[in-house]
């Protein structure tokens, strides 16, 4: 039921793409977006997939990003050892003793220093991301033939299946986000469209959303659709009401455009998707933040895809909440009334 | 070093405390032709027999265990988390975020609250085991009941990598021991020795003294994988062994004061035959020892140790090097100690 959004996701989610670097990533979503009219690339700004009428007056953007947050490496000491701080938000209580991995001139494993409980002492800190070390096992003029200051290193974790339609993974955030945009082209993508749709996976958003931010400009959209991630209830947190399978979050915010988030919430119900409710005060933390204020103004919406364990290399999704936001933004797209 | 797929194959498989089975049935299966007679006690101790040219002037037991650290789950939340507590000695430090396989197969991750949502205080501090889930993907109760119950056991997902001379394994503590033993049945030996790959060693040594109750051996060696603290903001002072430096020898641990003609002849017999070796710098933690020199009318022991980094976490870390040099420091000590000339 859910196979090709399945696929979509354990394709995107694969290589790597932290912030600066997301080349292969980008080339990634360029080869699933190729069934488009048109497929543009560009390093700093991402792939965009374009359908429908060039000309037409309404211009939709839909925009999910294609960085990860992960660690650049900025020093090797004389034991070999990789010191590192971050590139986006990195939790840094999952490091110690966490498998990484290193992209280095080789795709090389390492794993964070930690002692072990028998000769640990102590309280129960944990260093900062930049107070932490690689260890990949060699000596540094080995190290040194194969990793650079400036490299990048991920905790990896390929995207692993758990029970009912539940994936988990490094990169959901906003990998998945990807595959419910690129879903949402797919199953428009042989309809007569009388807008012309532009899907934009878009660089650098862990960093500041420099990606979107530039693409907006160069694709002038009259609108726009951002896919991010959100947070969904889970053990140790409390006041969160969205739940993982629970649908899409339509977001309400002061920021976001009113009409169009209204008119997601009908047309949810009118197609019989579920779906909860992201209400914020002002500006989202996503890609829309920048989007609504490029050129004179776009009027943007967003949608959230429910996850627990943001940014880190257990989060987890759920693959009926990405194909039904695909189906919301396909609705939205062929809306008669817009 | 050779045969690195049977270290691979060790380390891979599941065996927390109390339910070793899967690595019993390889150890079983890899002894098979080597073993004069082999015999599982009631706890689930492997012991192995095996001929050598002569008749041991004294009975020696070698012994390694064969469990890991891990997770035992002790309850199902309403909403399908499975709650848990630790299987020997592991930091929550290392636990937020880790993937981990429950029952040898069903995959999950530990929870771990989103960063965006903790004040300063909370983003700095592990969380507490009995504070974090793992979340298997179940919805409800009975959903996770489907295929896991309570007491059901889980660890860290497999991992296992070989390259240039370094090994990075889940259970390093004590596979590397378990393969040092099987290389060295798999040698023609001067003397009978007495194999046994133990059990339950990470929650407090309960299986190997039973065993060693059954052997009843006038000296024993135990492999271990042990701590090595060589690593980046640790003194070298506190290293207490270093990777890559060769086998570790202990003068003493948390439970046991060995022997000391063992203890400088080891090391001697390094200098001697060139074998790397080191003695291990602190008396930090403790193994099956400890209740193999006190079983019965007591025993000799002496502990021979892979200097492992990052033990009882997601992954280990050694060299195939010291893998080496510990599997020919033992038979050479091994030779002189059930020769009787020690």
């Known amino acids: 039921m859910y196979s090709e959004v399945e696929r979509l996701t354990r394709v995107l989610c694969e290589p790597h793409g932290t912030p600066g670097c997301e080349e292969e990533a980008i080339a990634v979503a360029a080869k699933e977006l190729s069934f488009c009219d048109e497929v543009i690339t560009n390093p700093l700004g991402g792939a965009v997939g374009i359908l429908g009428k060039r000309d037409a007056k309404r211009r939709i953007l839909l925009d999910a990003h294609i960085d990860q947050i992960g660690m650049v490496i900025t020093n090797i000491d004389d034991e070999g050892f990789l010191h590192v701080t971050q590139v986006g938000g990195v939790d840094r209580r999952t490091m110690p003793g966490s498998i990484v991995t290193v992209f280095g001139k080789e795709t090389v494993h390492g794993i964070v220093c930690v002692l072990p409980p028998h000769l640990a002492h102590g309280d129960d800190k944990i260093d900062a991301v930049d107070r932490q070390a690689i260890d990949l096992g060699m000596p540094k003029e080995e190290v040194e033939k194969i990793v650079s200051i400036g490299d990048r290193a991920v905790l990896a974790n390929p995207i692993k299946k758990l029970m009912g339609n539940r994936v988990s993974g490094t990169a959901l955030d906003d990998r998945g986000g990807c595959a419910c945009i690129i879903r949402a082209a797919q199953l428009i993508k042989d309809q007569e469209l009388d807008c012309c749709v532009m899907v934009l996976c878009s660089t650098r958003e862990e960093v500041g959303g420099q990606g979107a931010r530039i693409s907006t400009y160069s694709l002038e959209p009259t609108e726009a659709l951002a896919v991010d991630v959100s947070f969904a209830t889970q053990p140790g947190t409390s006041g969160l009401t969205a739940t993982l399978g629970g649908g899409p979050m339509i977001g309400y915010s002061a920021s976001l455009d009113r009409k169009m988030s209204k008119r997601l919430m009908e047309l949810a119900k009118e197609h019989d998707i579920p779906y909860q409710l992201e209400v914020m005060g002002g500006r989202t933390g996503t890609n829309c933040d920048s989007i609504g204020i490029s050129r004179g103004g776009v009027r943007t919406g967003l949608l959230s895809l429910p996850q627990r364990n943001m940014h880190t290399s257990a989060e987890v999704c759920d693959l009926a909440d990405m194909e039904n936001i695909a189906k919301l933004i396909a609705a939205y797209i062929l809306d008669k009334e817009a | 070093m050779k045969n690195m797929e049977l270290l691979e194959k060790l380390c891979l498989a599941t065996g927390v405390s109390g339910e070793e089975d899967a690595v019993r049935d390889i150890i079983l299966e890899e002894i098979k032709p080597y073993a004069e007679r082999v015999e599982v006690t009631p706890l689930g101790n492997v012991i192995a027999w095996r001929k050598g040219r002569n008749r041991a002037e004294k009975k020696l037991m070698l012994c390694a265990h064969m ?40 995959p999950g991750v530990i929870c771990a609250k989103p960063v965006h949502l903790m004040d300063g205080g909370e983003r700095e501090k592990a969380v507490p085991v009995d504070q974090l889930a793992i979340d298997i993907g179940a919805s409800t109760k009975e959903e996770a009941e489907q295929v896991v119950a309570i007491g059901d056991n889980a660890c860290f997902v497999p991992f296992f990598e070989a390259v240039g001379g370094t090994v990075k394994g889940k259970a390093l503590d004590d596979r590397a021991g378990c393969f040092v033993l099987l290389e060295l049945m798999k040698e023609e030996l001067e003397y009978d020795t007495c194999f046994v790959f133990s059990v339950q060693e990470e929650i407090g040594m309960r299986g190997a003294g039973t065993a060693a109750y059954v052997v009843e051996p006038d000296a024993a060696i135990i492999l271990e994988g042990t701590t090595a603290g060589d690593i980046a903001g640790v003194s070298p002072l506190e290293s207490v062994c270093k990777m890559g430096s060769g086998t570790a020898v202990s003068f003493m641990d948390r439970s046991t004061i060995y022997d000391r003609a063992f203890f400088k002849r080891a090391l001697a017999i390094g200098k001697e035959k060139e074998i790397p070796c080191q003695p291990k710098t602190a008396s930090a933690g403790m193994n099956d020892a400890g209740v193999i020199h006190t079983a019965k009318g007591g025993a000799r022991t002496l502990t021979l140790s892979v200097p492992c980094r990052y033990i009882h976490g997601p992954a280990a870390m050694t060299a195939e090097s010291d893998l080496e040099a510990t599997v020919r420091l033992t038979g050479a000590l091994m030779e002189e100690i059930a020769g009787g000339k020690l």
């Open chain 2, 67 to 106: 469990d890991e650290v891990g997770f035992i789950i002790n309850n199902i939340t309403g909403e399908g988390f499975l709650k848990f507590t630790a299987v020997g000695s592991v930091r929550p430090e290392v636990l937020t975020g880790r993937s981990v396989l429950v029952n040898g197969k069903i």
